[in-house]
């Protein structure tokens, strides 16, 4: 706080203009800064463990110029990459968890298309020749069936499908 101080208004809405300035500059607080969402999927947590393991995953401070392994890259407002690497090209892995049971049904379409928008964006941000995208997921034969639109949306995009839970 500064010692208290006066100001003199020419008119009674120029006293009331200056004084509503000041509950914006001392009273409301700040914006929070945004906080991004991280995927808690054990299909993520399997890809990032494999990756750390191998010693090419990026420390929290490197970025894409570290030519390692960046998880939770924003590629815009709102979208997150699960994981990204710089080498050559840009390669982009987003991955999706649909093992749970029927009910997840639903958030399974959801997951993929929502992977198939960011593979997308990747692909408008980078560069469509210089980006590579993979989708990577856990899904049962019939959630799979289930999910095979948003699926093939994504593949139609130029993205690799591996399925973990696949047989083959």
């Known amino acids: 706080m500064s010692h ?18 000041y509950p914006q500059e001392l009273v409301e607080p700040e914006q929070a800064p945004k906080r991004l969402r991280k995927k808690k999927s054990p299909t993520f947590f ?3 463990a494999m990756f750390q393991n191998e010693r090419v995953l990026a420390r929290p401070a490197e970025g894409l110029e570290s030519h390692r392994i960046v998880p939770y890259y924003e590629l815009d407002d709102g979208l997150v990459a699960d994981l990204v690497l710089r080498n050559g090209a840009y390669h982009i892995i987003e991955t999706v968890d649909a093992s749970g049971d029927e009910h997840s049904r639903r958030k399974a379409v959801v997951d993929v298309a929502l992977s198939a928008l960011v593979l997308e964006r990747a692909r408008m941000k980078f560069g469509e020749q210089s980006t590579r995208a993979r989708l ?8 799979e069936h289930i999910a095979q639109p948003s699926l093939e949306a994504a593949e139609h995009q130029g993205a690799e499908l591996i399925n973990w839970a696949s047989a083959g």
């Not at 208290?4 to 300035?21: C, D, K, N, W």
């Not at 990577?136 to 959630?143: E, M």
């Open 4 to 21: 208290a101080g006066t100001f003199v208004a020419e008119s009674q809405s120029a006293y009331e203009a200056r004084i509503g300035i």
């Open 46 to 48: 399997l890809n990032q």
């Open 136 to 143: 990577v997921y856990t899904a049962s034969a019939a959630l």
